[in-house]
């Protein structure tokens, strides 16, 4: 008994690894799609975590923090540029 793949053809090799790449590659793009939009928001809660944390640390009231996760959820690019390097500056 022969192999599979010993009895076909160049040509039948050639497309049975074309159509093999090509589900491949569109199964690889769907996962991307699915698994990069998630792990962004994975992303987005730990750090919304962190800066609660650091927030507490620094000893803000619950309303001051609810107002500076708000103001950087409105805005997120900004937030994240104005944010100033020393939590202490915020609450003074």
Known sequence: MEPTLAK??????IALVAIGGTLLLFGSIILSSI?????????????????KHELLAAGMSAADIVEVVRASAANPASALRSRPRDIHSVTN
């Open 35 to 51: 698994i990069v939009p998630q792990w962004r928001r994975v992303r987005q809660v730990e750090a919304e975590a962190k800066l």
């Open 8 to 13: 076909l053809s160049g040509a039948q090799i």
